[in-house]
């Protein structure tokens, strides 16, 4: 199965296919990333996106040279990967999931533990972080518990009291 470098976003994963032209579902989309004519590269070939439909929780997709459903099931788990030169501009207040893996998460001075990943809920996305003493601790991404966000600096200062804990 293919990984993104530090230089990749994962777009999705290819799942089930749908219908008889190479068409698939994305799993675990990022749906602003799936538009048509994007190029993206799937088990080390970059392909571009040639025809999109679906909806955003369900995109449905067909690549450049995937002409079948044979071809498609082949792909099955496969990472759809973006170039980060590529990726749209975020706004001042949004991160990549990769940004903020692996930063510190703070209380005041106070260590709490390492973003381990985020995870999209239906309401909204939330950061795992593993705590010192291996417990886990989820935090919504809102801003009542999250206090600053420094991807550079590789840390996150929380308010510990929005999420019950002193």
Known sequence: M???????????HIGRAHGLDGSFYVTQPIARL?????SLTVAGHTAKIVRRAGTEQR????????????QA?????????????DAPRLAGDEYWAHE???C??????RVIGVVE???????????????????????????DAIREVDTLAGRITLDMRFLGES
């Open 2 to 12: 293919s990984r993104a470098s530090a230089n990749q976003i994962t777009a999705g």
């Open 104 to 109: 510190t998460v703070l209380d005041g001075e």
């Open 34 to 38: 799936l538009q048509s004519g994007v």
């Open 59 to 70: 995109p449905i997709v067909r690549l450049e040279g995937t002409e079948n459903r044979d």
């Open 100 to 102: 903020l893996v692996g």
């Open 117 to 143: 990943r985020l995870v999209g809920l239906p309401s909204c996305e939330v950061l795992e972080v593993l705590r010192g003493d291996g417990r886990e601790l989820l935090v919504p991404m809102v801003h």
């Open 73 to 85: 099931q082949a792909l099955r788990g496969q990472a759809l990967l973006l170039e980060l030169q």
